[in-house]
């Protein structure tokens, strides 16, 4: 087994913490629901009461984190300023979505049971007031039936049903309002939906404006009571609570109890976050008002478009990405697309593969039935661009880069940066060997990064230096008339696909002999592999990293994902 | 929004809804509060509703994922035919199998969710679509063209021997015409 702590390991923790501080809540919160002050509630509600308020504070500390992984401006602004120091927490960054859905699976796995302990909360207080005139918790209900202020339970009347009172409380209807805006939000967001209809997702996931508006106003009715410290004082559940009959009647010791609500918590938690977010959401206005202008669309076979743009103040690293807008097609949907080309060039692109609704549109929209097209009169908005994973690419001594299909975009444009570092700048740059591995399905696809990396195998040629880079493009599929001509064109100096002198391999890397080889190079090195490509293909090299990452040689794996 | 299929939406949102309702029958029935007859009714009212969502119909465009193990139930859903496949049965079912569930606090969300799941496959009706069973397709080799199955019937297209022999002597005259045209390979 392989150095698992240099891939993981840190995530890991992150995560043990995480449940740490969760479980110290619940265990805490429920403690202190078991003291004397709550003696008189607990003869009503039994265990209930401690089981609601558990999961409540564990609510409360993770709806302060939901917000956060998602708040993408202010991760880049930290990663940045992190990256500087240490690479590896800067890297824990890149899985802010996945810490995003646990920190959601945590909320619904909460709110569940604090539901389903409210639900026996709400009936004991229902069966307390159904009581027998003669028992401690009709008479404790009782109490405060005249000013509506001391009293313990909150339904004050018989003549009413726990539904009713659900609906007419205020603890009862934001929770109501809250539940249904979670359970929307999740029914929304499965795999199935994200990936297929994106826009039912994005717009069912703005209902958490209503949770968390619920969730602010949850507590203000003061619905938990509690025992108030004077009372406390007069009346000490441990000596007053046999002659419950007997409270404040003449000549007895035991004044009738006084019940107070706690005030509400949660903003106190949330306020920061929620500040974050809407500061947040107005950079990305702001950002979105900059004027872009589209210098070029080209539109490649595979039905690909590339789209040439330019915005004032635009700065950009390798291998990041942006979100784009267009307000005529629609106002409300961002889309993320890596930047194909390199910080050195005097504009920056995308390439978009045409897909679903936007993307078609965005096709019509810029003249898609010319082949090239100088001027596209559409407005763009741009909010980004925001780092990923393949920012670091240029600190590894070795880099493994892996591209499936439309995965090798990022690609694309740390190859041209080493192409403008190496051959126009001369600069020196840390990266010692870089290995590529595009795989693809499809011949038409590779045209429009044919030219990128023709140019470049010329240039490496040019100034000797074609041992910097090592590309390996695998065609996965091919069609039985291609094979034939294939087989023909074997011999030929040029690639009969791509028109490289590096030969096309055909079918699926043998990835352990690949990483073998690798190893066996460059003992001592730190190897950093990025891929952009389908979950399959992560967890194999993922795998292979682990595997491989011994004695000397270690294999950091990188995912990029959206 | 043109092209989404609102039926894969309203089905997770209707299987999220029949376990919340089982959860909160359940509850009302061990915790034998009042009226706990309805939390009965929220046990057998989302066993149902699950068992019947359960089995993801099949997309009008692009691949079905199914849900593991909903091979069964795929069967015994498509059993019923027209009233599994329409959307407004469904919509109208589950308006209908939500309503005893108010009745009671331990299944009144249940209720609610199952009423918005209903009116999700009430606009999938509208939209036309169905509900289609996804079903393991058997494997249809493509059949080889015409042109591998049988040798050749005619001579390959050229003027008869004696113009073809070389001779060296009129080679501009030698050259000839197909009279067939031929067209290259495919490149």
């Known amino acids: 087994m392989g150095n698992w702590l240099a891939n993981d390991g840190l995530s890991f923790f992150v995560i043990l913490v995480w449940l740490g501080i969760n479980a110290f809540l619940f265990v805490h919160f429920y403690m202190q629901f078991l003291v004397e002050r709550w003696f008189y509630s607990r003869a009503i509600l039994g265990q209930a009461l401690p089981w609601a308020r558990a999961p409540a504070a564990c609510l409360n500390f993770n709806c302060m984190l939901i917000l956060l992984p998602v708040c993408r401006n202010l991760l880049s602004f930290l990663r940045g300023s992190i990256q500087v120091s240490d690479r590896s927490a800067a890297r824990q960054l890149d899985r802010n979505l996945t810490f995003h859905k646990l920190v959601a699976y945590m909320i619904a796995l909460h709110t569940a049971i604090h539901i389903l302990a409210h639900l026996f909360n709400f009936e004991r207080f229902m069966d307390a007031q159904l009581d027998k005139n003669d028992t401690l918790q009709y008479v404790l209900s009782q109490i405060g039936n005249g000013d509506n202020r001391s009293y313990l339970n909150p339904i004050r009347t018989k003549d009413t049903n726990p539904t009713y009172v659900m609906f007419t409380t205020i603890a009862g209807l934001t929770g109501v309002f809250m539940t249904l805006a979670l359970i929307l939000m999740i029914t929304s967001s499965t795999e199935v939906i994200r990936r297929s209809y994106f826009e039912v997702f994005w717009f069912t996931h703005h209902l958490f404006v209503i949770f968390f508006i619920g969730l602010v106003l949850h507590g203000i009715g003061r619905i938990v009571r509690g025992q108030t410290p004077t009372s406390f004082q007069e009346n000490n559940p441990a000596e007053c609570e046999k002659y419950y009959r007997e409270w404040g009647k003449n000549g007895t010791f035991c004044p009738v109890p006084n019940f107070a609500g706690n005030p509400p918590m949660t903003w106190k938690w949330v306020v920061g976050p929620m500040f974050l977010y809407l500061c947040e959401r107005v950079v990305r206005f702001v950002r979105s008002q900059q004027k872009v202008v589209i210098t070029k669309v080209v539109m490649h076979p595979s039905r690909t478009l590339e789209l040439q743009m330019r915005m004032k103040g635009f700065k950009m690293e390798v291998g990041q990405y942006v979100f784009m807008q267009c307000p005529s097609i629609s106002q409300l949907e961002w889309h993320p697309f890596t930047l194909t080309s390199a910080p050195e060039e005097d504009h920056f692109s995308v390439h978009i593969r045409i897909v679903g609704d936007w993307t078609e549109a965005l096709y019509k929209a810029c003249g898609g039935d010319k082949t090239e097209y100088t001027a596209c009169s559409m407005q763009m908005a741009i909010d980004g661009p925001f780092g990923t994973a393949s920012e670091d690419v240029f600190r590894y001594e070795v880099v493994m880069l892996v591209g499936a299909g439309i995965g090798v975009t990022p690609f694309a444009s740390i190859l041209k940066s080493v192409w403008y570092k190496y051959v126009q700048q001369n600069a020196n740059v840390f990266t010692r060997k870089i290995y590529f591995y595009w795989l693809c399905p499809e011949t038409e696809a590779f045209e429009w990064f044919a030219d990128l990396l023709q140019s470049l195998e010329g240039q490496m040629v040019e100034k000797g230096l074609t041992d910097f880079l090592s590309c390996n493009i695998y065609l996965t599929r091919w069609k039985e008339s291609e094979a034939a001509h294939f087989t023909v064109h074997h011999e030929a100096e040029n690639d009969p696909i791509t028109g490289l002198k590096q030969k096309t391999l055909y079918g699926k890397p043998n990835w352990t002999t690949e990483f073998n080889n690798i190893a066996a190079k460059h003992n001592g090195a730190k190897v950093g592999v990025f891929l952009c490509g389908p979950l399959g293909l992560a967890k194999t090299l993922g795998k292979q990293c682990r595997t491989h990452s011994v004695s000397g040689v270690k294999f950091i794996f990188n995912k990029e994902n959206f | ?187």
């Open chain 2, 1 to 187: 929004m043109g092209k989404i299929e609102w039926a894969m939406w309203a089905n997770e949102q209707a299987l999220a809804s029949g376990l919340i309702l089982l959860t909160g029958g359940i509850v009302g029935v061990a915790g034998q509060f009042a009226g706990w007859q309805f939390a009965a009714y929220g046990v057998a009212a989302g066993v149902f509703v699950c068992l019947l969502e359960y089995p993801r119909g099949r997309r009008a465009k692009g691949t079905s994922v199914e849900r593991t193990g909903q091979y069964c139930l795929t069967v015994c859903v498509k059993a019923f035919g027209p009233i599994t496949r329409n959307y407004y049965v469904r919509a109208f079912l589950h308006a209908a199998l939500c309503v005893p569930g108010g009745f009671m606090l331990a299944t009144v969300l249940g209720c609610v969710c199952l009423g918005i799941a209903s009116l999700i496959y009430l606009l999938a009706a509208i939209r036309g679509e169905q509900w289609l069973p996804i079903l393991p397709k058997t494997e249809t080799r493509e059949k080889p063209r015409e042109s591998i199955k049988e040798p050749p019937q005619n001579p390959p297209p050229r003027p008869p021997a004696d113009l073809r022999r070389k001779r060296l002597e009129d080679v501009e005259g030698a050259a000839y015409v197909n009279p067939i045209p031929v067209t290259g390979s495919e490149d």
